[in-house]
Nanobody, 128 residues
Framework: QVTLVESGGGLVQAGGSLRLTCTAP????????MGWFRQTPGKEREFVAV???????????YYSDSVKGRFTLSRDNVKSTLYLQMNSLKPEDTAVYYC??????????????????WGQGTQVTVSS
């Protein structure tokens, strides 16, 4: 069992910033693709940003078009922590944000079905 622990959500005004944090076991950080997805009530879970496993050469980061240029995914390999820096937030960014990790050895994907492990979710609310 892999436990992902998220933090950093909250309420912010439009144009503001938040940083989400996801802590994972070291072995997961090394061997699994990881990323962030979000979901609003009545809608399917949406890809936000993903990155390949550390063990893959050329671990590219992928962003959804809706967040490209505003959100930045990064990680601290020593702390086994994934970050999502969210700038220039918009009301339409309001959602529950989930950290996800794939099965070990899986290639990076923007499809949530390819991710095996999920955090508990953290609410992000952007007021207009």
């Amino acid at each position: 069992q892999v436990t992902l622990v998220e933090s950093g959500g909250g309420l912010v005004q439009a144009g503001g910033s938040l940083r989400l944090t996801c802590t994972a076991p070291g072995r997961t950080f090394w061997s699994s693709a990881m990323g962030w997805f979000r979901q609003t009530p009545g809608k399917e879970r949406e890809f936000v940003a993903v990155v390949g496993a550390l063990s893959w050469i050329g671990d590219s980061i992928y962003y959804s078009d809706s967040v490209k240029g505003r959100f930045t995914l990064s990680r601290d390999n020593v702390k086994s922590t994934l970050y999502l820096q969210m700038n220039s937030l918009k009301p339409e960014d309001t959602a529950v944000y989930y950290c996800a990790a794939s099965r070990p050895g899986s290639t990076v994907s923007t499809r949530d079905q390819e991710y095996e492990y999920w955090g508990q979710g953290t609410q992000v609310t952007v007021s207009s």
